[in-house]
Structures are given as structure tokens and as C-alpha cells.
């Protein structure tokens, strides 16, 4: 009888000692490993926009202003997200799509979706818990707060007009580009931004819509908004 509850009570130390190490795996190791892989992200963004900016300054005065940036490449970030509702230290890279791997880096961008700054719905997801917590505080986003993106050549702030919303994961007309149950009834350049519910869960979804309020060259310095 006593070697059966020695064994007995062996394992429930064991099972007891591997839940702790779960969780201590999901709670922190991922932030850790999500928190270096955002400023991994963020910091080849900087790189990449100080060398178009010198190669522009370097052209011939009489060449022909630059295009409009290629389109996004899978899995690869190209632009810089701020929310100074979540504080103004808080900033996250923005990559092309939403696949596991991409949101263990930073915030997805849906596939499909418009482009930054353009008409349409520009569609971003991120996870409210784990890898980084980029959205833990998604709940405290109210109307009127801004959230501000660059892409190394223009500075987007765009104003959340409703939300947060609570939806189900099959509501996927919240990215239409006319998004259903925002209240917008005409196109435009518009934001959403959604991401799981409840907090350690994921049986539904919450959405914020915003439009584009402005823009300015980054030039021009940091958007008001950034400077409150």
C-alpha cells in the first residue's frame, strides 16, 4: 500500500512539475522569443528604409521620384504599428499574412486585404495573449483613440470609429472592404483590427474598424498623435 501511494504521489508531483513548466513556457519563454523576433523585424525595417532613403538623396535631381512600393511578400514585414492607447513605448512590426509563424513575429496582415493607406479595408490581426501579448490590452481601444503606422515613407493615423466588438471566428465579413456591422456604408480607407477572445482563449473575436484620418511624410517628423 505505501509503495502505491509513494507512486501515486510521485506522479502527481511529476504531472504537477511538467504543468508549471507549460506554463511557465507559454507565459514567458514565448514572450521572450516573440519580443526579440518583433525587434528582429522592426530593427530590418530600419535597415531597409535608411538604404532606399540614402539611394533616393543619391539619384540625379532630375530622376523620377520613386514608385509606389512593391507589393508585400509573404511572411516579411513592411510597416511599423503604434497605438498610444497601449503606451507610447508600445510599437509592433506589421507583416504579410496571418499564418502561425507570422503572428509568433508580430501583427499579420490579412492576405487580400487593401493596402496600407489605400481604399479598402486594411485588415490586421494579432494575438491578445501569448507570443509578446501584442494585444493583451485590445479591450481598453475606444473611439477617437488613434493608431498610427509608417511604412519608412509616410506616417498613416488612422481614428477607431467603433469597438471593441465581440464576433465569432466565422464572422469573416468583418474584413469585408465595406466592413458589415462598423457603421460605414460607402467605401473608404479604412483599418480593422481584430484579435482573440476570451484573453486566454479563442472561441471568439474581437474587432475595432477605424478610417484614415491623415497622413504626412515621415520628413515631416512624428504625427501629432505620437507626440502627445
Known amino acids: ?30 514572450g521572450v522569443k516573440a519580443d526579440g523576433a518583433m525587434s528582429d523585424q522592426i ?11 540614402v539611394r533616393t538623396s543619391a539619384a540625379p535631381t532630375s530622376a523620377a521620384s520613386p514608385g509606389s512600393p512593391g507589393p508585400y511578400v509573404q511572411g516579411r514585414p513592411f510597416a511599423v504599428m503604434y497605438v498610444p492607447r ?28 487593401a493596402r496600407l493607406g489605400q481604399v479598402g479595408n486594411f485588415a490586421v490581426a494579432g494575438h491578445r495573449r501569448t507570443y509578446g501579448d501584442p494585444f493583451k490590452d485590445f479591450p481598453r481601444l475606444r473611439p477617437g483613440d488613434a493608431v498610427v503606422l509608417t511604412d519608412g515613407t509616410t506616417w ?42 476570451p484573453e486566454w482563449g479563442h472561441s471568439h473575436r474581437l474587432i475595432v474598424w477605424a478610417h484614415l484620418d491623415s497622413t504626412q511624410p515621415v520628413e515631416a517628423g512624428k504625427p501629432a498623435a505620437l507626440r502627445q
Not at 511529476?14 to 519563454?29: K, Q, R
Not at 530593427?43 to 532613403?53: D, H, I, R, S, V
Open 156 to 197: 498613416f493615423t488612422y481614428r477607431i470609429d467603433k469597438g471593441p466588438y465581440k464576433t465569432v471566428p466565422s464572422d469573416v465579413e468583418v474584413i469585408d472592404p465595406v466592413p458589415r456591422t462598423s457603421g460605414y456604408t460607402r467605401p473608404g480607407r479604412y483599418l480593422t483590427l481584430t484579435t482573440c477572445d
Open 86 to 113: 497601449f503606451g507610447f513605448t508600445w510599437n509592433k512590426p506589421v507583416l504579410e499574412d496571418t499564418a502561425v509563424d507570422t503572428l509568433k513575429k508580430g501583427l499579420g496582415h490579412y492576405k487580400g486585404a
Open 43 to 53: 530593427g530590418q525595417l530600419q535597415k531597409q528604409w535608411a538604404k532606399e532613403a
Open 1 to 30: 500500500m505505501r509503495v502505491i501511494v509513494r507512486t501515486v504521489s510521485e506522479l502527481c508531483i511529476t504531472v504537477g512539475a511538467l504543468i508549471v513548466l507549460f506554463v511557465v513556457y507559454v507565459v514567458f519563454w514565448t
